[in-house]
């Protein structure tokens, strides 16, 4: 963090903030940038606003796949020249709460604005002197820009996008709640912004408002059912259990973190003190129950010890080429050095146990094919977890979306759901971002339809004016 000698710092705070002297004076500045860095944490801005492992914090350039193309985050630096350091305060809170930069322009709601717009106003302030006076200015414009394709690229667009899903308001307290639960819901609905991920996406890519939490797709990855419902939902883990996930991103017999939750975990979560991790998995737990009747049992609880390696060693010679055709054979060459050939993972689950897990046990096996494909990073309390993937990129091995798919069956019938199945075109479509929505999938003739739309009106216009240029000629003729 930026230091700033005190008196000073008071005094330009007192201008940016609008206050009185004495009021800044009476304001402890440390105290002040501190909030504002919890503020931020809390809010996961690092997560979204600086590249992985190359980018100067906040400095923007991370791109944000989406299904209607890459959003590259800003600069969000106190930089002048390249970030928001001639931004007022009223233009700051304009840009977090509306998604209106201080040019005008609309921002895209992959920054998620439309939960930000919750964030009450002392916690605003705070943000807003963290960004100013706390952050290190980056003098330089991210690399990349964001160039959607027509009509995503005329951001004035949002401003009906936002009539319909971005009109929230400060939080205000519910006086039947207790002050944890209360915390909680603030920290999941306006700074964490659970509900950006874990709520299904309506046509128009707003959030359904009326299936908050219940789940939805997030690119290729599924970020499940958090309501709490014992089948469905979250409603089987203890409040200690959702803790110690939110700190770690793993819980033994249960889930791991990865994705965007790896992300949210390691810049986000594991940093948030005690009392908020406590708050936001009470508030989680008092959350209605809302059950997919087509789940019978709890994702985790799927699966037991099971091996094929006694069948299936010994068929090749050591030195054979393409002797791994099967699921089984395609398990035990690429996944069971790590996860055991009985499913069971290591000792210490450093490497978890492909039973009693939800990517395994779930209905729905996106998140099983995007781990396989591709992998699963983040960084807790110093220490790396690490599973390579298996696509495109894979500094390991590329595998086909056959392959992949054969595995992912394998590991499904032998240490998870069943009944759940993965065809290569699963992959395909994981491997191409995920399920392609309904806005995404008619953008190519939004384009001609505009056009054809624009002929048929100027034939319309046309036949009019022609139509009545004929009668006043026929009527001049007449006479």
């Known amino acids: 963090m930026r230091t700033i000698p005190r008196l000073a710092g008071m005094a330009l705070l007192g201008l940016t903030l609008g206050s009185t002297s004495a009021a800044i004076a009476a304001e402890d500045l440390t105290a002040l940038l501190d909030k504002g860095k919890a503020v931020a944490t809390a809010a996961d801005c690092m997560a979204c606003h600086t590249a992985p492992k190359t980018g100067q914090p906040f400095a923007g350039g991370y791109g944000i796949v989406s299904p209607l193309g890459t959003i590259y985050s800003s600069n969000i630096t106190p930089s002048k020249a390249f970030g928001i350091g001639d931004y007022s305060q009223e233009d700051f809170e304009r840009a977090v709460r509306k998604g209106i930069r201080k040019d005008g322009a609309h921002l895209y709601p992959a920054m998620p604005y439309d939960a930000y717009g919750a964030i009450s106003d002392d916690d605003m302030q705070a943000l807003y002197a963290y960004f100013m006076h706390g952050v290190q200015p980056v003098e330089e414009a991210p690399k990349n820009?964001?160039?959607?394709?027509?009509?995503?690229?005329?951001?004035?667009?949002?401003?009906?996008?936002?009539?319909?899903?971005?009109?929230?308001?400060?939080?205000?307290?519910?006086?039947?709640?207790?002050?944890?639960?209360?915390?909680?819901?603030?920290?999941a609905g306006a700074l964490g912004h659970c509900a950006s991920c874990h709520a299904p996406r309506n046509l128009l890519m707003g959030q359904s408002a009326?299936?908050?939490?219940?789940?939805?797709?997030?690119?290729?990855?599924?970020?499940?059912?958090?309501?709490?419902?014992?089948?469905?939902?979250?409603?089987?883990?203890?409040?200690?259990?959702?803790?110690?996930?939110?700190?770690?991103?793993?819980?033994?017999?249960?889930?791991?973190?990865?994705?965007?939750?790896?992300?949210?975990?390691?810049?986000?979560?594991?940093?948030?003190?005690?009392?908020?991790?406590?708050?936001?998995?009470?508030?989680?737990?008092?959350?209605?129950?809302?059950?997919?009747?087509?789940?019978?049992?709890?994702?985790?609880d799927f699966g037991a010890k099971a091996s094929d390696e006694p069948s299936i060693r010994g068929l090749f010679l050591p030195n054979a080429h393409e002797s791994l055709k099967t699921g089984a054979e395609l398990y035990s060459g690429y996944c069971a050095s790590c996860h055991q050939p009985d499913g069971a993972g290591s000792t210490n689950q450093a490497y978890p146990s492909l039973f009693h897990n939800s990517a395994t046990g779930a209905r729905n096996p996106a998140n099983l094919v995007a781990t396989i494909l591709f992998g699963v990073e983040r960084e807790v309390g110093g220490q790396e977890v690490l599973m390579p993937g298996f696509g495109s990129q894979s500094y390991v091995t590329p595998l086909t979306d056959g392959q992949i798919a054969d595995i992912a069956n394998y590991v499904l019938t032998r240490f998870g759901n069943p009944d759940a199945n993965v065809t290569p075109d699963d992959v395909a479509i994981a491997r191409k971002g995920g399920p392609v929505p309904f806005l995404a999938s008619v953008q190519p003739y939004i384009l001609p339809a505009t056009v054809a739309a624009g002929l048929i009106v100027i034939l319309i216009i046309a036949a009019i004016v022609m139509s009545r240029t004929a009668r006043r000629k026929a009527a001049v003729s007449a006479t």
């Open 210 to 300: 009326d299936a908050a939490l219940t789940g939805g797709f997030v690119g290729p990855w599924y970020a499940p059912n958090i309501t709490s419902d014992p089948i469905s939902g979250i409603g089987a883990w203890s409040e200690a259990d959702l803790v110690r996930y939110f700190r770690t991103g793993h819980l033994d017999g249960k889930a791991q973190a990865a994705g965007g939750m790896a992300e949210a975990v390691q810049n986000s979560l594991q940093h948030l003190p005690e009392s908020d991790l406590k708050a936001l998995a009470a508030y989680l737990k008092s959350t209605p129950a809302v059950r997919d009747p087509a789940d019978k049992k709890a994702a985790h």
């Open 145 to 187: 820009a964001t160039q959607l394709p027509f009509p995503f690229n005329i951001r004035l667009s949002m401003a009906a996008w936002n009539l319909l899903f971005a009109d929230r308001s400060p939080f205000v307290p519910d006086a039947s709640k207790s002050d944890e639960i209360n915390r909680g819901a603030y920290l």
